[in-house]
């Protein structure tokens, strides 16, 4: 569909360090992360820096060519997998890798777009700072994917997602134009916040090539503590009362069902309970100071836990003696969902309620899942402070044949979860973005407002349907 004229003009406009059509070059990129949505594309374009982004948008905006923007390739809801047709190209951001400047005085760093997570957090730290976001995939994520996700984690509730530690963006529209909103203003009252718009937009206006991101100090001290609970609501209360009396400090507070520790218990190596019993539920806390205090972090979450202990809100609880053992805290958390997986076949569901609901909805919608889908088990994770679920739903066990059940029973199942979330006031996408596997759930339980307003801006920036094709919003008659 894209002739060989048009791909010798892309290559002319990038040379070869910036243009492939070599199947075996551009294979790994055409799969997701998960491996469950696999496109075509003929050609693979890596511009170096945003000059020559915006000369390639240009070119294909005159030739109608789409363009699949892609950073690290981590998008866990197939949204920078290219389409199965070949009808469009693949645009690389990992060339701009740079990290153009890191300020101290201003906890400021103005990223390139393939700059990786991990990369950033290594440098933050030369200079005193950190960059208080956190993922899983921050070996292989990178700036821009994040920017257009709106990524989340760990830090959330303390820091906010990636929406708020973006500054300024740097970004070149679907017609070639560039642009340039990288200065990092308190006050700019001039209309539509552009910056706001691309954050979370998925590469479907515009390609993210760079942008000013927030840092904040680094951590002088910190703690953590695993609690065991008899209740999300409990563990809820028990936020409450850690927020009353330690402030802003609590950076992470995360809940955990005793089905999940056990299952990393099971199947993760070197692992084992912080605490001596085993609680229908448990949760993670960690507070983090910018500076040397007296009390020390730990000394002051071992007074609000006290309470807590006394109150009965915790059944039991240890604080790391030590940054192993906080680290190995840390590593039953991020082992969940690796663990989940080795369980056998699931759904897994990325999604948000409000926090008060959250409790009710973490216990209610499994315990209504296993009954209206027998032989099933479900059960769920979260960062209780900012109501984000990890909510999953295992085929009943015994199943073999993983993607034959969720081909039967996954829409269904889809169905009923998001309904649910939706009566909770919640959003079917907390963290992960909709990508091409949410968008039809996403038309479907849209407000007339919402997807109007949705294709209206799509429309506006990219009226020739060339950015991104198929994913976040669901066009008329799909």
């Known amino acids: 569909m894209i002739s060989s004229d048009s791909l010798s003009r892309f290559a002319a406009l990038l040379g070869p360090k910036g243009f492939t059509d070599d199947a075996d070059d551009i294979a790994p990129w055409l799969t997701d992360w998960r491996g469950r949505y696999h496109g075509h594309a003929v050609a693979m374009l890596s511009p170096a820096n945003t000059q020559e982004v915006a000369a390639c948008m240009t070119l294909a905006s005159e030739l109608d060519i789409a363009l699949v923007p892609q950073g690290g390739n981590t998008s866990m809801v197939g949204g920078a997998t ?79 997602t990636m929406r708020a ?55 002088a001290d910190r703690a953590v503590g695993w609690i065991g609970v008899d209740s999300p609501q409990d563990a809820l209360a028990l936020l409450r009362l850690l927020e009353m009396r330690l402030g802003n400090i609590v950076e992470g507070f995360e809940v955990i069902a005793d089905d999940g520790l056990g299952h990393v218990l099971s199947h993760i190596p070197a692992t084992r309970c912080p605490i001596d019993t085993r609680t229908p539920w448990h949760v993670l806390i960690e507070v983090d100071l910018p500076d040397v205090q007296t009390p020390s972090a730990a000394e002051q979450l071992e007074a609000a836990l006290a309470e807590g202990l006394e109150t009965g809100l915790a059944k039991d609880a240890a604080i790391a003696a030590n940054e192993a053992q906080a680290e190995a805290f840390w590593r039953i958390r991020e082992s969940l969902s690796e663990s989940e997986r080795a369980q056998g076949p699931a759904l897994q569901y990325d999604v948000s309620v409000p926090v008060a609901r959250m409790p ?42 993983g993607p034959a059940w969720i081909a039967a029973e996954g829409a269904t199942i889809n169905a009923f979860v998001h309904d649910a979330v939706v009566a909770s006031g919640g959003s079917i996408s907390a963290e992960h973005g909709i990508g091409q596997m949410k968008r039809t759930e996403l038309a479907r339980l849209s407000s007339p407002a919402h997807l109007a307003s949705l294709r209206a801006i799509k429309a506006a920036f990219d009226p020739k349907g060339i950015m991104n094709p198929g994913k976040l919003v669901p066009m008329a008659g799909e």
Request: glycine fraction near 14%; aromatic fraction near 4%; charge should be negative.
């Open 82 to 160: 290219p389409p199965m047709d070949g009808s469009a190209l693949i645009l690389s951001l990992r060339r701009m890798n740079a990290i153009r400047s890191l300020s101290a005085d201003d906890n400021l760093a103005v990223c390139e777009a393939g700059v990786i997570l991990s990369v950033l957090h290594d440098a933050a730290e030369g200079i005193g700072r950190r960059f208080p976001l956190s993922l899983g995939a921050k070996g292989s994520a990178t700036i821009g994917g994040l920017v257009s996700t709106n990524a989340g984690g760990t830090q959330v509730l303390r820091h906010g």
């Open 165 to 219: 530690l973006v500054e300024g963006i740097e970004a070149v529209l679907p017609d070639g134009s560039i642009f340039d909103g990288l200065a990092a203003l308190k006050k700019d009252n001039r209309g539509y916040d552009i910056k706001q718009l691309l954050v979370g937009a998925e590469g479907t206006i515009g390609i993210v090539t760079a942008a000013s991101l927030r840092l904040v100090p680094a951590i």
């Open 360 to 401: 009710a909805f973490m216990i209610d919608t499994a315990a209504a899942a296993e009954a209206r889908f027998p032989g099933t088990t479900a059960s769920s994770f979260g960062h209780l402070g900012d109501g984000n679920v990890h909510f999953h739903v295992r085929a009943p066990k015994g199943t073999t044949d």
